[in-house]
């Protein structure tokens, strides 16, 4: 029988190599916490009426959000390529080291590929985004083209959906190391 392979108690302190830097840190819940604004912002706004002012803010929400998603997913992806990323923990199988990776390679597709086809959806629907207190609009990148928007919106909307499970699987992995596995997977990145 294999030896069983033991970990450092939850209440133990980090060395410095087996944690996430700051920045990364920074990176990983300041876009965790502007997903969920996102997404809160684009649920409330389905159950407000239409031509409202609460809904048109919920929507004014939804969509600086992800651009800020976008602006700080750039640095962040950039850290990560440089810096790179604590090796994995002691006693992780292939298995979880390559669930680990396609999981957050989706997670950075997500982080970019979202704003990004909002951002289209905004302009092929004639919307300008303007920088509040600024009036600095942001460039439009396509034209105003009705069927293109809907076909934009109709994949942004199904990532988006998507994007759900993967962050659910993201989160109850982190949850399954803490709990049940008992290593320090969660903890890196607190």
Same mark, same amino acid.
């Given at each position: ?8 108690? %939850? /209440? ?5 190599? @087996? ?13 965790? %916490?502007?997903?969920?604004?996102? #997404? ?6 389905? #159950?407000?009426?239409? /031509? ?10 939804? @969509?600086?959000? /992800? ?11 950039? =850290? ?13 199988? =292939?298995? &979880? ?21 909002? #951002?289209?959806?905004?302009?092929? /629907? +004639? ?8 009036? &600095? ?10 069927? %293109?928007?809907?076909?934009?919106? @109709?994949?942004? @909307? ?5 994007? #759900?499970?993967?962050? +659910? %699987? ?5 949850? =399954? ?14």
């Amino acid at each position: 029988m294999a030896k069983a392979i033991k970990y450092p108690s %939850l /209440g133990a302190p980090l060395m410095s190599i @087996e944690r996430y830097a700051p920045p990364a840190i920074f990176f990983h819940w300041a876009v965790a %916490l502007l997903i969920v604004i996102a #997404y809160a912002a684009v649920i409330t706004k389905g #159950y407000l009426p239409k /031509g409202s002012a609460p809904r048109a803010l919920s929507m004014t929400i939804h @969509e600086w959000a /992800g651009i800020a998603v976008l602006v700080l997913a750039v640095p962040r992806l950039l =850290w990560r390529l440089v810096k790179g990323a604590p090796a994995a923990l002691p006693g992780q199988g =292939w298995l &979880v080291r390559v669930g680990s990776s396609v999981v957050h390679l989706l997670l950075y597709v997500f982080l970019f590929a979202q704003p990004v086809l909002g #951002y289209l959806t905004l302009n092929a /629907g +004639g919307h300008v985004l303007t920088i509040p207190g600024l009036d &600095v609009a942001l460039p439009q990148f396509v034209d105003k083209d009705d069927a %293109l928007r809907r076909s934009i919106k @109709e994949i942004h @909307e199904t990532l988006g959906s998507a994007f #759900y499970w993967v962050i +659910g %699987l993201h989160a109850l992995a982190a949850l =399954w190391h803490h709990y049940f596995r008992r290593d320090d997977t969660l903890r890196r990145m607190l």
